[in-house]
């Protein structure tokens, strides 16, 4: 069974960083293009960074230059690395595969708030 578990979130003042993890286990990862979502309060999930097999990296227009998404195989981890945060990134992330997604993880919370 496909486990997605993601972590590195928390609370961060505008301009901070984090940089966000997420685990898959199975084959999910070795065979998809991943992605990084997020879902704020009240909002619908959105598409927030996408790497396919090849690295080729892809990211929505409201974190590109900010946000960089990166792969391990060796680690079967996908991560986030998020800079100059913007309280308009509050929100949980998830991570899953891009066209064939497996059941949703836990999400890990990531607050921007002075």
């Known amino acids: 069974q496909v486990q997605l578990v993601e972590s590195g979130g928390g609370l961060v003042q505008p301009g901070g960083s984090l940089r966000l993890s997420c685990v898959a286990s199975?084959?999910?990862?070795?065979?998809?293009?991943m992605a990084w979502y997020r879902q704020a309060p009240g909002k619908e999930r959105e598409l927030v960074a996408s790497i396919t097999i090849a690295g080729s990296t892809n990211y929505a227009e409201s974190v590109k230059g900010r946000f960089t998404i990166s792969r391990d195989y060796a680690k079967r981890t996908v991560y986030l690395q998020m800079n100059g945060l913007k309280a308009e990134d509050t929100a949980v992330y998830y991570c899953?595969?891009?066209?064939?997604?497996?059941?949703w993880g836990q999400g890990t919370s990531v607050t921007v708030s002075s």
């Open positions: 199975g084959f999910i990862f070795d065979f998809n293009t």
């Open positions: 899953n595969a891009l066209q064939h997604p497996a059941s």
